[in-house]
């Protein structure tokens, strides 16, 4: 009776494989580290020098099968390229001598002072790109030559969602984490063929040690609940959740993607990038990289509609043709009375709207 009722379980989604976790002992890894358990994976869980921590996740993960060990720590330094061997060495030695199937690269470091540009020194860069971007590198490539070809096989990189933000103090650790975006986003292009997909999770403000370092928690977490929609802080448990879904079979169709998990605080606006607006002559011009579609509704309509009370205006979109071999998608308004909204030197008042719309918008080049 009791076989029977085992075998009627439900098949845990990741029961059967084996996740590689940097930065794990703690904070959002530690998070990561428990929530694949939790749907089934076996864990290799890395540290860099928080043992103790480290034995505490084990023990917590254990606890439900003591018999048959579900997890391993191994101490590890990501920049160092015997030791990423080595830590994916023990995967298959722990657990039956196959390959992983996921790597979670989440170790990463931040200057707690925050500095400027003008004052970061160069061994507080050299530190942060030394983990965040070469620790994510040599982990990269390990995964892509060792992870499991015969499905399952998952790369994960956390990068930050500062990389949207932009926020002073955050120059180099920022430049530190856009590389690994960068690498992940042609890496999952290099593993065609494999089954191996490779993603970004860009966590924004997070409760954790690493966030609330160089300030206390509680100004960190008013500060970001003044700036946040959803109205609080992000939790570690909020990161592992989105990471857990594209570890699954159920997120195999999400490839060479940056997901941003963030609340809301950081929303970029990708498909008007890069964006420029031409308001010169009577004439209202829009040129991106997007879809017809895209320019017309998020800013040829908006200025349609702010221009449409001026009787002395003619409106009329028109699509500029390109050749084929370009991308790039072109709309004009032809406004023959716009030149007369500079009279006798002044600028009316219509044209600042104009410039407020386009304002709305990251990262657009109006001239």
């Known amino acids: 009776m009791a076989n029977a009722d085992a075998a009627a379980q439900p098949q845990l989604p990741l029961q059967g494989r084996v996740a590689i976790v940097t930065g794990a002992s ?28 480290a034995d505490r996740l084990i023990a917590e993960l254990t606890d439900s099968s003591p018999s048959t060990p579900r997890a391993v720590a191994v101490r590890a330094d990501v920049s160092d390229p015997a030791d990423v061997k080595a830590l994916f060495d023990r995967a298959e030695e722990a657990f039956g001598g196959a390959p992983a199937h996921i790597l979670v690269a989440c170790a990463g470091v931040i200057d707690p002072s925050f500095p400027h540009l003008a004052s970061t020194t160069v061994d507080s860069f050299d530190e942060m790109y030394r983990v965040n971007t070469r620790g994510a590198f040599l ?66 403000p997070t409760a954790t040690d690493m966030f609330n ?65 031409f308001v010169k002559e009577g004439i209202v011009s829009a ?35 390109l050749s084929e071999a370009s991308d790039v998608v072109e709309r004009e308004c032809l406004e023959p009375g716009l030149g007369a909204l500079h009279h006798g030197g002044v600028k009316d008042p219509t044209l600042d709207g104009i410039e407020g719309i386009l304002q709305h918008h990251e990262r657009l080049e109006i001239v």
Not at 293 to 306: F, S
Request: aromatic share 4%; charged share 15%.
């Open 139 to 204: 982990c990269l490539r390990e995964a892509a030559n060792r992870l499991a070809r015969s499905g399952g096989g998952r790369i994960l990189a956390v990068s930050s969602s500062m990389i949207g933000q932009l926020k002073p103090g955050f120059a180099a650790y920022t430049g530190s984490k856009a590389a690994v975006e960068g690498m992940v986003r042609i890496l999952a292009k290099e593993l065609a063929g494999t089954g191996i997909t490779a993603n970004c999770v860009a966590p924004g």
């Open 287 to 321: 040129r991106c990289r997007a879809s017809p579609n895209d320019v017309d509704q998020h800013i040829m309509k908006p200025i349609i509609n702010l221009l449409r009370g001026k009787e002395s205006i003619a409106l009329g979109p028109q699509l500029v043709e």
């Open 213 to 277: 370092s160089g300030t206390s928690e509680e100004e960190s977490s008013a500060r970001v609940v003044a700036e946040c929609p959803m109205g609080r802080m992000g939790q570690p448990g909020d990161i592992a959740a989105v990471v857990g879904f594209l570890a699954t079979d159920a997120g195999e169709w999400i490839n060479g993607q940056v997901v941003r998990v963030n609340g809301g605080i950081c929303i970029i606006m990708t498909s008007l990038n890069p964006f420029k607006v």
């Open 26 to 53: 703690r904070g959002i890894g530690r998070a990561i580290a428990a929530h694949l358990a939790s749907l089934g994976a076996s864990l290799v869980i890395n540290y860099a020098s928080s043992s103790a921590q």
